[in-house]
């Protein structure tokens, strides 16, 4: 039986939507629907913007020792980078529901976690502490320490008292009051999860490195996803990507070079530590850039969030 001529363009558009969506989407059924997407689109609200350049964040906090950079605020995440000085030390504490997170930047960070043995995280590793489970940090060696840390939004953290007849001197925090309580509720363990990766030693120097995406940070509210690839042409700007429906999403480049569209705006290159925004309801695309191999870190709260792409016509 002959091919008709609308059956061969029916084929054609058929994969030029499977050449849009990620290989791990293609296995899956394509289903439809109309999605809701804002008529003007999200824009950045302050700190958050398309990217943060780390280069340009370290030259602003030239001559100090240690500093707080605000990068996210929105109603998932609130996300700084702190440097550190050597030797600076935090007080013991924890947070009562979500966890906590970092990719550390530059130096070297000492973690004391309780029932972990403590451990020296240094350039490129990720770091997560499970709620109700108390931490602390300090910064060895002569050099400052530089982490992300990535929080649930409106948290509070929790210091715990060793010894309730002489708790110490209360903490202080802007429209609260710490008062002496006594709770329940064990730490929530690891489970199948760790407290570290070492994203140098395990990716980029290891020549069996995992070619899967990775879920380091993964329940219901939040994700920490590495995706590795290889670098590529830039695709088009008739790729529009996708976009999310009612969160935001930011990444960390851990490795080489990444290109990115927003609807809106040209294509940009994001490079190691700097960090990428994309607004609820934007399109946003990502891609490898360069010739070697190039890894972005992706933190939202929906682990198996929904990804809207372009319908493309027939």
Same mark, same amino acid.
């Given at each position: 039986?002959?091919? &008709?001529?609308?059956?061969?363009?029916? %084929?054609?558009?058929?994969?030029?939507?499977?050449?849009?969506?990620?290989?791990?989407?293609?296995?899956?059924?394509?289903?439809?629907?109309?999605?809701?997407?804002? &008529?003007?689109? *999200?824009?950045?609200?302050?700190?958050?913007?398309?990217?943060?350049?780390?280069?340009?964040?370290?030259?602003?906090?030239k001559?100090?020792? &240690?500093?707080?950079?605000p990068?996210?605020?929105?109603?998932?995440?609130?996300?700084?980078?702190?440097?550190?000085?050597?030797?600076?030390?935090?007080?013991?504490?924890?947070?009562?529901?979500?966890?906590?997170?970092?990719?550390?930047?530059? %130096?070297?960070?000492?973690?004391?976690?309780?029932g972990?043995?403590?451990?020296?995280? &240094?350039?490129?590793?990720?770091?997560?502490v499970?709620?109700?489970?108390?931490? /602390?940090?300090?910064?060895?060696?002569?050099?400052?320490?530089?982490?992300?840390?990535?929080?649930?939004?409106?948290?509070?953290?929790?210091?715990?008292?060793?010894?309730?007849?002489?708790?110490?001197?209360?903490?202080?925090?802007?429209?609260?009051?710490?008062?002496?309580?006594?709770y *329940?509720?064990?730490? @929530?363990?690891?489970?199948?999860?760790?407290?570290?990766?070492?994203?140098?030693k395990?990716?980029v120097?290891?020549? @069996?490195?995992?070619?899967?995406?990775?879920?380091?940070?993964?329940?219901?509210?939040?994700?920490?996803?590495?995706?590795?690839?290889?670098?590529?042409?830039?695709?088009?700007?008739?790729?529009? %990507?996708?976009?999310?429906i009612?969160?935001?999403?930011?990444?960390?480049?851990?490795?080489?070079?990444?290109?990115?569209k927003?609807?809106?705006?040209?294509?940009?290159?994001?490079?190691?530590?700097?960090?990428?925004?994309?607004?609820? %309801?934007?399109?946003?695309?990502?891609?490898?850039?360069?010739?070697?191999? /190039? *890894?972005?870190?992706?933190?939202?709260?929906?682990?198996?969030?929904?990804?809207?792409?372009?319908?493309?016509?027939?």
């Amino acid at each position: 039986m002959p091919i &008709s001529a609308k059956s061969v363009l029916l %084929g054609v558009a058929a994969m030029a939507i499977a050449a849009a969506i990620p290989a791990s989407a293609q296995q899956r059924q394509l289903f439809y629907a109309w999605a809701p997407k804002p &008529s003007v689109p *999200t824009p950045w609200t302050a700190p958050n913007k398309p990217v943060w350049r780390y280069a340009e964040i370290v030259a602003a906090h030239k001559g100090q020792k &240690s500093w707080v950079q605000p990068i996210v605020r929105d109603h998932d995440y609130s996300a700084d980078y702190i440097q550190m000085a050597p030797g600076e030390k935090t007080r013991t504490q924890f947070w009562a529901d979500d966890p906590v997170f970092w990719w550390i930047a530059d %130096g070297q960070v000492r973690f004391h976690i309780q029932g972990q043995q403590p451990f020296v995280a &240094s350039k490129g590793f990720m770091v997560q502490v499970p709620y109700r489970t108390p931490y /602390s940090m300090e910064t060895v060696g002569d050099a400052p320490s530089v982490r992300f840390e990535v929080r649930r939004a409106g948290r509070t953290p929790l210091y715990p008292v060793a010894d309730k007849a002489n708790p110490g001197p209360a903490p202080k925090a802007d429209g609260k009051t710490y008062v002496l309580s006594r709770y *329940t509720n064990t730490p @929530n363990p690891y489970g199948d999860h760790k407290p570290y990766l070492d994203f140098i030693k395990d990716y980029v120097k290891n020549p @069996n490195a995992p070619t899967a995406h990775f879920r380091f940070v993964e329940d219901d509210d939040n994700f920490m996803n590495i995706i590795r690839g290889h670098g590529m042409p830039t695709p088009p700007d008739s790729d529009k %990507g996708h976009f999310h429906i009612d969160y935001n999403e930011f990444w960390v480049i851990a490795e080489g070079s990444m290109d990115y569209k927003m609807e809106g705006m040209k294509v940009f290159t994001a490079h190691v530590n700097d960090i990428v925004y994309a607004p609820q %309801g934007r399109w946003h695309r990502a891609s490898w850039a360069g010739d070697g191999m /190039s *890894t972005r870190i992706a933190i939202n709260p929906r682990r198996e969030g929904m990804h809207n792409y372009d319908v493309k016509p027939d």
